[in-house]
């Protein structure tokens, strides 16, 4: 399952044993991964932009506008019964932290 973020780049949603047994080949990708367990999100993976023209500084502040950007999708998306998740609470607090 892919998940839109700003812009054009797109977060794939993986479990966490499909992570742990594809690792390597999930770590090359400059794609963004949610993390699931048991269908309920654990944790984000967010590589750093890659491209040689930028500074390491600029490329953590990419990083983390991406990051930003996942949280924010995570606040706005309801569960199928309509109610706020766990992670959607803890993304709502780190958010609230950053600004």
Known sequence: ??????GSVVAVRVGIRELRA???SHLETATPIEVTRHGRT???YV???QE???SDHE??????RLMQAELQRLVKTCGADGYVRKDQLI?????????
């Open 1 to 6: 399952m892919c998940t839109q973020l700003s």
């Open 22 to 24: 594809r690792l390597a």
């Open 42 to 44: 654990v944790g984000l």
């Open 47 to 49: 590589p750093l932009p």
């Open 52 to 54: 040689s023209d930028l």
């Open 59 to 64: 490329r953590l502040l990419e990083a983390g």
């Open 91 to 99: 993304a709502k607090e780190i958010l609230d932290l950053l600004t």
